[in-house]
């Protein structure tokens, strides 16, 4: 990581997205403990990367599998101002939060639990698995259980505004092309 964000400010302004990690069965605190002092060793105070911290879906040992986790993170990381957080549709509905039915919520509980100012990304894309599932299973668009009306709402959220979304779906140049089509297609221009 430490290599990766060296390269990264060749070109400053740039996000370094990653999954936090798992904590392979000490517990989810060891692993936090962990994870917060590999970026307190990397992180610089002169650095304009930005590191984004992946809501996780919570298979097996994975830590951020709740928003929780990642402030627990973030609070414990000297260097805050070089931390933000990539929100992945499919990681959190498999996690249990309820995009789908209840998205005002669960943007709310983002804010009250890690700050909207730290949302940086949206890795977008539907889930194979029910809510809760903690499977972490990807689908394209509209194919999947959150379904394209849900995405729809997403990416016209107050909550998304100015926020780069990337695709992270099952797919090959032709299916993307469809995808960004159809999204761009429901995008209200705020």
């Not at 999954?19 to 962990?34: M, R, T």
């Not at 949206?122 to 689908?139: F, Q, V, Y």
Request: proline share 3%; glycine share 10%.
């Amino acid at each position: 990581m430490a290599d990766d964000l060296r390269r990264l400010e060749m070109t400053p302004g740039n996000y370094y997205n990653f999954h936090p990690g798992s904590h392979v069965g000490q517990g989810a605190e060891v692993g936090i403990s962990k994870i917060a002092e590999i970026l307190n060793e990397v992180l610089t105070k002169d650095q304009s990367t930005i590191v984004l911290l992946e809501t996780m879906s919570g298979k097996g040992t994975e830590v951020g599998r709740n928003f929780e986790e990642l402030r627990q993170i973030i609070d414990r990381v000297e260097l805050k101002d070089k931390l933000g957080v990539c929100l992945d549709t499919c990681h959190v509905w498999d996690g249990g939060y309820d995009i789908v039915n209840d998205l005002d919520s669960v943007f709310e509980e983002f804010d009250r639990i890690i700050g909207l100012d730290r949302l940086k990304a949206i890795h977008l894309n539907d889930s194979m698995n029910p809510l809760g599932s903690h499977k972490d299973r990807h689908a394209r668009i509209g194919e999947g259980e959150i379904g394209l009306e849900a995405l729809v709402r997403v990416i016209n959220h107050p909550a998304t505004e100015g926020i780069p979304f990337i695709l992270e779906t099952p797919n090959d140049d032709e299916g993307w092309t469809h995808e960004i089509a159809l999204l761009r297609n429901e995008y209200k221009q705020k």
